[in-house]
């Protein structure tokens, strides 16, 4: 049933001088359903599919524990739906009840990404991962029909390679009218020389592709083809199960962290890779994992650059280290060995001070950017990439505090609700949550209406200023990317 009276999510928004945006919802896509409309949109290759998808998780559930030890196979998910709330329950899988409940949650706007669909971009066989793209994205946008003004939901687009990306998206913006695509970025490949040394071996062994640098294909068509369309990518990446996230035991284990981990190493590489200063009209967003590891990084950056820019890092090349000096301070302080050593001058070129190099393009990690000054990572860095956040992370504060984060920067944190999933025992608690950082004195109510409000307007209307156009935000929305500076 719903609620009788005023929910105090419904109360706060009513206090509130500003919409509140949730960036990242999720839907729980009804299985049965997807079967039959799966192999009516995509034939026997989605129906296929579909099925393996959906029994791979279970599979491992299946397992003993001994068995995941024995094959080192990490504990997943169990129990991960709402089930005692069975409103909310209801309400993740059922759109149409979600667009009716959409003001007691006090959600003015809702973006809606997967939660089966999560993966079937990263499928490694190409027609079924085609198929099941193709299927989905067709059969989500017959499920969300007709509740744009408040809820849109995001396409997935499989990144194997950079033309069955430009391909999907092509369909998906053009032929089903989405404006929210979800990317992939970790891309599972095959290790070559494993492949062609011990092919029987291969499979087993994996690298992840993190796209923007390094990897085999030039993905610079792709964000050329979302400028086109103006369309702002968002990852929903996750690490879990993999390398140091691998408890056959404990799914928190391999749960905390994990998409932190994942929208760290794509964020940077796609600053490393120069994206951002070749797409400086481009919004990034990584979703669930929050903010506090996006903080972590862009001071990384700053203080990385500050020791290995192309002009630092001449102050440790082993062609300007003085014999002689160093000989004169072994022979005050070290003793006969140490002194012959050096004189030989044994071991002084070893480890990190060889003068081999590695054959690299350029001896500065940060030439594809084209860092003169540390002001630049502020600039390629800050305005382009978005960070969900959920309610319940007090670290979502970190964003905004201009003292702690190098050049008074504020990050672009954005609320992001995670509803459907286990981690909300109740939807109509999320806004209230996340105001607790305003009722705690860590933010402002300024920084509250660019983390509910204005930050996700900004991550998509930047990029697409019609994106708003035809929602219950129209007017407000428009409003605040009037009043956006103008970024390079």
Known sequence: MLPDGPTAARKLRSRLNHPIIDADGHWLEYAPL?????????????????????????SSLRMSLAERRRRRVGQEAFWGSPSENVLDRATAMLPRLLYERLDDLGIDFCVVYPTAGLGYHRMPDTRLRRAICRAYNVFTADQFRGLEDRIIPAAIIPMYTPEEAIEELEFAARQLGYKVMMVGGLMRRPVPALAEEHPAASKFVEWCDVIGIDSDSDYDPVWAKCRELRIAPSFHNGARSMLLRNSPSNFCYNHIGHFASAG???????????????????????????????????ADLVGHWEKRNRQAIERTNPNKLNHAALLQFAQKYGGEAVVEAVRRGEGLEGDSNSRLTGGIEDLDDYFRCKIERKEDIRDLFVPRFYFGCEADDPINAWAFHRRANPLGARLNAIFSSDIGHFDVPDMAKVVPEAYELVERGLITDDDCQDFMFANAVRFWGEVNPDFFNGTVIERVAADVLARAPVRP
């Open 264 to 298: 760290h190493a794509v964020c940077k590489a796609l600053f490393f890779g120069g994206v951002t200063r070749r797409f400086p009209d481009l919004n990034f967003a990584f979703l669930e994992g929050g903010v506090g590891w996006g903080c972590m990084l862009y």
């Open 34 to 58: 997807m079967r039959e409309e799966f192999r009516r949109i995509g034939g026997d290759a989605a129906a296929e599919a579909l099925a393996i998808a959906s029994d791979r998780i279970p």
